[in-house]
């Protein structure tokens, strides 16, 4: 799976930044599947906490790869969204609010220290 990121220019909402708000779908996806999300969440956790205060547009062709991408946008507290570009490519644009956070943790540590308890 590969994906690539450019800056967003939509504006920013408010949203929460902690990992107990993770959508049910989310915390399913991650308790069902989660080997290959946390292979997929590495890489693309880097890329969002790098780009966190500008925001990044991911073009991801699979839907539990956008799952991922909202998951992590909801864990820093951005505004996600998913469409589609004019040549028909599925965008999941991930842009910062005004309650974006990045602490010490990630969301990557966090699944992977609930998994070993």
Known sequence: MHWRWTISDRP???SRPYA???RRRVRGLINSRTECVLSVLADMERDVRL???QGLTLHLDDGMCRMVAHGLAQYYGMKSWS????DGTR???LQPTSTTVIGSGTLFEY???RQNT
Do not use: G, Q, R, W
């Not at 469409?83 to 004019?86: F, L, M, R, V």
């Open 91 to 93: 965008l999941t644009i």
């Open 51 to 53: 780009k966190i205060d």
């Open 20 to 22: 107990s708000y993770l």
């Open 12 to 14: 920013p909402t408010i």
């Open 111 to 113: 699944i992977a220290k």
């Open 83 to 86: 469409e589609d570009s004019a």
